[in-house]
């Protein structure tokens, strides 16, 4: 799984027993994703460990300071809306006095894969902080709706996020991006074939880009440009609407309900596949049935208006 470094919560003070009211983490193949509330209170923290780390803050306090390697040092306020980046190595560190309003951060811990070392190194990055940067956050945004349960949770999904946080972090950082020499032409027609087929073969499991790539003898950064280079879209929607179509084929079938059809083409429940299923189709698997005269379903669930 994904690197262990996390976020180390203390007390600044021995009589004050008040922790970060929640954390929820997740761990992917060579990343993880962590994500901490916390009600009003005094805390210092720190984080060192064998990854790079970026964070999106969501606080305002009323007294602290953070620094990175005993260097760099700020005591920002107001913090919301604030990136911070620290390359593997280094550490940061400090406190916070959070008052009137739950405090948040969502970090991301990356330790990236060796297969393609010049693409997705980052370790000549500067740290930096509390920076802004609105592509970062907005990828650090969909990490906080997978933390949170309001996203898609796919390892797909997630792996593609944490790769295309390692290319905002160098682009942001004004590193050579021209040097990366982009596959032209795409998939060769064996790759996409092997591809394809191991997506069919593998439709009701947990499908990685990683697993892809191999597939294709690419690195993970090459693939998912080549791939969509052939096929128009990204390996992860590519999945989906594969997922899409073999889910309408098998909702013909009577005698399954759309739970099972679910589970059949690798959704976690028939709420997700209700969404991609509805995004692909513009309609949902019960009016699908319906549509068609397949009749009612007793395990349908409502029509929803938008994918995650």
């Known amino acids: 799984m994904g690197p262990v470094t996390r976020i180390e919560w203390h007390q600044r003070h021995p009589d004050d027993a008040h922790y970060p009211s929640s954390v929820k983490r997740m761990s992917w193949s060579w990343f993880s994703a962590e994500l901490v509330r916390t ?107 997978i933390l949170d349960g309001s996203g898609i949770n796919d390892p797909a999904y997630a792996e593609t996020l944490g790769l295309l946080l390692l290319w905002e972090i160098r682009h942001a950082a004004d590193l050579q991006i021209s040097q990366l020499k982009p596959i032209r032409g795409g998939l060769s027609a064996l790759q996409l074939r092997r591809v394809k087929e191991f997506v069919d073969a593998k439709i009701s499991n947990d499908i990685a880009i990683s697993d892809l790539a191999a597939v294709a003898g690419l690195s ?32 013909s079938k ?31 698997p019960t009016a699908f049935r319906r549509e068609n005269g397949l009749g009612h379903s007793n395990h349908a669930l409502p029509e929803s208006k938008s994918l995650g």
């Open 39 to 145: 009600q009003p209170t005094e805390l210092g923290y720190r984080v060192k460990g064998d990854s790079a780390y970026l964070a999106l803050h969501d606080f305002v306090r009323s007294d602290g300071e953070t620094t990175i390697d005993g260097g760099s040092r700020s005591t920002l306020t107001d913090a919301r809306g604030k990136l911070t980046f620290a390359p593997t190595g280094s550490s940061v560190e400090g406190w916070n006095c959070f008052k009137g309003r739950v405090s948040s951060v969502v970090a991301v811990h990356l330790a990236p894969p060796t297969s393609d070392h010049y693409a997705n190194d980052i370790s000549n990055v500067p740290p930096s902080l509390y920076f802004e940067n609105d592509r970062l956050k907005a990828t650090l945004v969909k990490f906080q709706s």
């Open 220 to 251: 993970q950064f090459h693939f998912i440009r080549a791939f969509k280079d052939s096929v128009g879209r990204s390996p992860y929607q590519y999945v989906l609407s594969e997922r899409a179509r073999h889910a309408r084929e098998l909702l």
């Open 254 to 284: 009577r005698d399954l309900s759309i739970a099972d059809v679910a589970l059949a083409v690798g959704f976690s429940d028939a709420s997700q596949l209700n969404r991609v299923f509805r995004k692909f189709f513009g309609v949902t």
